[in-house]
């Protein structure tokens, strides 16, 4: 089949808007019939929202939909289900689990997050104890467990959901990946307060939840290789974000030297300076992966981007606070709040410089993606692992 070209692309864009005119259609109505016309996301094949075009020609339809006033599906309110849980099912799902999920997911009529992280069970993932049993009769399987640090929780209607199916078996093997409904019975989602005072983050504890085998993604056992294509698509949405340039962390600490003139030292400048460049450098770096994401899968090299992403965020909000002196240390507001999107650089200085901190923990600590940049990026010997080959039960806890 002949690819599609760009021209291709802007008529089919101008056929949905002569059809839809974005001032007169409802906004659901809209992105139900931009994900039909296969220009949700391009890339994707026919029929799933997409036309099996060069993921690089989606830029082409943003901005001509952007020009024309058209709602956008509120990427960052659902980026769990775009960047993480779309990309999986496209991988390994059924043809029924894609025709049912994908469509409603792009529109954000569903919201998903991911149930994966455990008490036990963060770093080190592989190390996750909640199980899933296969009832006899039914087929289906009763998950028990306990999650934690999962963003989105209480809004989410669908989660991703690894469970280990069998203790016998070393902890990378054994574990299988399903589609979890977050209102079956037996779901309890209760919300963890953080260093900021909101609770974007809740535990979710899982008793007797029966899943249908229909939605499991993957093979039994398998999960273990479907969750790492989530995870390697979690940490390029995460540290590969569209930025303009001046965006992100250091554009309030820019105005703010602009705005200020106070408040400048030389020292503090050399160090702006310093982050501003970095900030820049890692801008584009972001998006030469993302070029490069069009050629295949996201590879380890979105894990060198998250680190950076964590650290410039770390330094560049406390160098907002030390440049804002007592006006930086100002915290407007701790009522509980419960976001429905995560937010790394709103509201005040304050809030930036605590929600920073947890940058290096969400999506996979440094720690972790030190080990994997060592090992897969620069090819040095793999650390030492003495639990590489015990069943996962006859792991010392």
Same mark, same amino acid.
Request: aromatic share 6%; hydrophobic share 40%; proline share 6%.
């Given at each position: 089949m002949t690819a599609i070209t760009a021209d291709q692309l802007l008529t089919r864009v101008r056929d949905l808007l002569a059809a839809h005119p974005p001032a007169d259609t409802g906004r659901a109505d809209f992105l139900r019939a931009r994900f039909d016309a296969g220009l949700a996301w391009v890339h994707y094949p026919q029929g799933l929202g997409g036309l099996g075009a060069p993921r690089s020609l989606q830029a082409v339809?943003?901005?001509?939909?952007?020009?024309?006033?058209?709602?956008?599906?509120?990427?960052?309110?659902?980026?769990?289900?775009? +960047?993480?849980?779309?990309?999986?099912?496209?991988?390994?799902?059924?043809?029924?689990?894609?025709?049912? $999920?994908?469509?409603?997911? *792009? @529109?954000?009529?569903?919201? *998903?997050?991911?149930?994966?992280?455990?008490?036990?069970?963060?770093s080190d993932l592989a190390a996750l104890g909640t199980r899933a049993v296969r009832e006899s009769g039914t087929g289906d399987w009763i998950v028990d467990g306990q999650k934690v640090w999962t963003s989105s929780a209480h809004t989410a209607r669908w989660a991703i959901l690894i469970a280990r199916t069998d203790p016998a078996l070393p902890k990378h093997q054994g574990?299988?990946? $399903?589609?979890?409904?977050? &209102?079956?019975?037996? @779901?309890?989602?209760?919300? %963890?307060?953080?260093?900021?005072?909101?609770?974007?983050?809740?535990?979710?504890?899982?008793?007797?939840?029966?899943?249908?085998?229909? &939605?499991?993604?993957?093979?039994?056992?398998?999960? *273990?290789?479907?969750?790492?294509?989530?995870?390697?698509?979690?940490?390029?949405?995460?540290?590969?974000?569209? %930025?303009?340039?001046?965006? +992100?962390?250091?554009?309030?600490?820019?105005?703010?030297?602009?705005?200020?003139?106070?408040?400048?030292? &030389?020292?503090?400048?050399?160090?702006?300076?310093?982050?501003?460049?970095?900030?820049?450098?890692?801008?584009?770096?972001?998006?030469?992966?993302?070029?490069?994401?069009?050629?295949?899968?996201? +590879?380890?090299?979105?894990?060198?981007?998250?680190?950076?992403?964590?650290?410039?965020?770390?330094?560049?909000?406390?160098?907002?606070?030390?440049?804002?002196?007592?006006?930086? %240390?100002?915290?407007?507001? *701790?009522t509980m709040r419960r976001p429905e999107l995560v937010d790394f650089t709103g509201r005040d200085a304050g809030y930036r410089y605590l929600r920073a901190k947890g940058n290096s923990i969400e999506g996979g600590t440094s720690e972790i993606l030190l080990n994997i940049v060592a090992e897969r990026v620069l090819g040095l010997p793999a650390e030492p692992r003495d639990d590489k080959d015990l069943a996962w039960k006859d792991l010392a806890r």
């Open positions: 339809v943003d901005a001509e939909l952007e020009a024309a006033g058209a709602p956008d599906n509120e990427p960052r309110r659902i980026g769990i289900g775009l +960047g993480m849980a779309a990309p999986t099912i496209l991988a390994y799902g059924t043809e029924e689990q894609k025709q049912r $999920f994908l469509r409603p997911l *792009w @529109v954000g009529e569903e919201v *998903w997050c991911q149930l994966f992280s455990e008490p036990g069970a963060g574990i299988t990946y $399903f589609l979890c409904d977050m &209102h079956a019975p037996g @779901v309890e989602v209760r919300p %963890l307060r953080q260093i900021t005072g909101e609770a974007e983050f809740n535990e979710v504890f899982l008793t007797g939840v029966r899943i249908p085998d229909s &939605h499991r993604l993957g093979a039994v056992g398998q999960g *273990w290789a479907v969750a790492r294509t989530t995870l390697m698509n979690e940490r390029v949405s995460i540290g590969g974000m569209r %930025l303009p340039r001046e965006g +992100g962390m250091i554009a309030p600490v820019a105005a703010a030297w602009r705005e200020r003139p106070a408040l400048r030292t &030389h020292a503090l400048h050399q160090r702006l300076l310093q982050l501003w460049v970095q900030a820049e450098v890692a801008r584009l770096t972001a998006e030469r992966l993302r070029q490069q994401l069009a050629a295949g899968q996201p +590879g380890p090299e979105g894990s060198g981007m998250k680190l950076t992403f964590a650290r410039l965020n770390q330094e560049i909000s406390g160098l907002e606070v030390e440049l804002l002196g007592e006006d930086g %240390l100002l915290y407007e507001d *701790w």
